[in-house]
C-alpha cells in the first residue's frame, strides 16, 4: 500500500487517562466539527507496530494486523481494515494519530482556515 504514512504515537504512562468509548457507540466514532476532524477505533488488541494508518489522496486508510500463531485448537489472527474519505476542508498536513492505554487509536486533524 503506497502513500504518505501517517506515525501512530503512544503514551501509557500510568498517570494519563483517556475517557473510553461508550460500549453503545461501538467501535468507531467519526467527528467532524468545525475546527477538527476525528476518528476514534477501538483496537485494544494491537500495538503501535500492527498498525498502520496511511492518506491515500483523501482517503485516510487504517489497517491493524495480527500475525497468525498457532495455539491447542487452531490458529489464531487479528486484523482491521477501515477507510474514511476526509472532507475537503480538512488539512492533510496536520494528520496524526495515537494509540492511547485504553486500546482507542484516535486520529485528527485540523480544519484547513
Known sequence: MSGTKVPVSHNWSADMWD????ASEGVAQVRNEADR?????DVPCFT?????VKLLGDELVIHCAHNA??????SISREIHRSY????????YTLKSHL???GVLIISAGKKK
Open 19 to 22: 475517557w473510553p468509548l461508550q
Open 37 to 41: 476532524f476525528e476518528v476514534h477505533l
Open 48 to 52: 503501535p507496530n500492527e498498525i498502520e
Open 69 to 74: 500463531r498457532q495455539d491447542d485448537f487452531g
Open 85 to 92: 474519505r476526509l472532507p475537503r476542508d480538512v488539512d492533510v
Open 100 to 102: 492511547n492505554n485504553r
